[in-house]
């Protein structure tokens, strides 16, 4: 069964704050009631949040039709981190969260944060017959890139984590054909010296993991 009504966030990013819209469209042939009580910028894998300025509001959503509801959040305030735009709503009488399928960054202090890339090349067992490769990290202002290729192709999850502390993953794009992935995580620091990359996979003894020493 579908959902009766989906969320989108879209939004214009400024120096300091996010201009945009909160989009509610019907997804099935009725008519839906939505109260949207609050709105919300939610830290990804962490705990920080930030307000979205929106009064408490009744809303009529017709089948297969967009109801735009339009915000301004100031960002200048916020921590540096990845963030996620989320509204509290109840349909029809049912209260639900819905995320709005689309993130955004604050920027770390650009002294803070490692760039360029730490070449790897190393290859690790990961089960029976089979093998990953870890080819570089390539690190930007606001996250890291981890490129791997398993052998034979297959499908795997990645744990990050720098000087023991967890590196929040952010998404795994994964190639079934090739068995080459991306693993796109929160940023290395510069005071960071270690990163550990852990790989797991489906079937006994389908894990790896490699320590990376940092430059």
Not at 66 to 94: N, R
Not at 127 to 154: K, M, N, Q, T
Not at 178 to 188: I, K, N, Q
Request: glycine share 8%; aromatic share 6%.
């Amino acid at each position: 069964m579908s959902e009766p009504i989906s969320v989108r966030a879209r939004f214009e990013r400024f120096p300091a704050t996010l201009k945009g819209a909160f989009i509610l469209r019907g997804e099935d042939a009725d008519p839906h009631q939505v109260v949207l009580r609050q709105a919300r910028a939610a830290g990804v894998g962490v705990s920080a949040t930030a307000p979205v300025p929106l009064p408490s509001t009744t809303l009529d959503v017709a089948p297969h039709r967009d109801v735009f509801v339009p915000f301004e959040l100031p960002v200048s305030d916020l921590d540096p981190g990845w963030y996620t735009l989320e509204c509290d709503l109840e349909v029809d009488g049912t209260a639900r969260t819905y995320d709005g399928g689309r993130r955004f960054s604050v920027p770390w202090p650009r002294a803070a944060v490692r760039r360029g890339q730490v070449k790897v090349d190393r290859r690790l067992a990961f089960g029976r017959g089979a093998a990953v490769s870890v080819e570089h990290v390539e690190c930007v202002a606001d996250s890291i890139r981890v490129h791997l290729r398993a052998d034979p192709p297959a499908p795997f999850s990645a744990r990050l984590s720098a000087d023991g502390a967890r590196l929040e993953v952010l998404a795994v794009e994964q190639d079934e054909g090739t068995g080459r992935a991306t693993v796109t995580a929160y940023p290395l620091l510069r005071t960071h010296r270690l990163l550990r990359i852990e790989v797991r996979g489906k079937g006994r003894g389908a894990a790896a993991e490699l320590d990376v020493r940092l430059p």
